[in-house]
């Protein structure tokens, strides 16, 4: 009697297993209910709106007023990259840009013949795409500081993944000049 029971329970939780991984049922069984007391709900985290006082968002789209307001369409900066790199990738370039264009990028430091790359520096609108982009995609970091007559930014740091190393991306802009 007892072995008939053991093999009868046996396969009523050989049943159970089969359900609960879903063979010959298509709707997984349900969990059976806890035998511990229900766990007191959590409310909802808050979330802050992308556009909050003092987010990045709001922080870029303020800048990029300044900067659309400003009317430049011809301007010099003198920028760098900061970056794990030889230092011609790190060098103080000159950047000219014409009716939202670059029409020019030269060394700007001494002892440096030729910019690596040049198609590294870009345009102001470009640098404010790529942190709408950093915004867009929550890189784990964002700090950018802008400059309050134009909007343009002046200081960038965008750290993509804290896991990973050496993948962030650092401009800063030291000069910057209308035409």
């Known amino acids: 009697m007892i072995k008939r029971a053991s093999v009868a329970m046996a ?6 297993l089969i359900a609960a991984c879903g ?9 059976p209910p806890a035998a511990t007391s229900t766990p007191t709900p959590m ?6 709106t992308a556009s909050a006082p003092g987010s990045p968002q709001a922080a870029l789209l303020q ?18 990259w900061v970056c794990f790199c030889p230092e011609g990738y790190r060098a103080d ?9 670059v029409t020019g990028v030269d ?4 002892g440096i013949d030729a910019i ?24 784990a970091r964002i700090e950018v500081s802008y400059d309050e007559t134009y909007g343009y930014p002046t200081d960038l740091f965008i750290d993509h993944d804290e896991r990973m190393a ?12 209308p035409q």
């Open 93 to 101: 370039t000159q950047v000219t840009v014409s009716g939202g264009k």
């Open 43 to 48: 409310p909802p985290t808050p979330t802050p």
């Open 11 to 16: 396969g009523a939780a050989m049943l159970v």
């Open 63 to 80: 800048a990029q007023e300044r900067w659309e307001r400003s009317g430049v369409a011809d301007y010099t900066y003198t920028g760098a």
């Open 116 to 139: 690596p790359a040049p198609e590294r520096f870009v345009p102001i609108d470009d640098l404010f795409a790529l942190i709408q982009e950093a915004i867009t995609n929550n890189a």
């Open 23 to 31: 063979a010959d049922n298509p709707t997984p069984t349900p969990p």
């Open 166 to 177: 050496d993948e962030e991306t650092s401009f800063a802009i030291s000069s910057f000049t």
């Open 107 to 110: 060394p700007a430091a001494p």
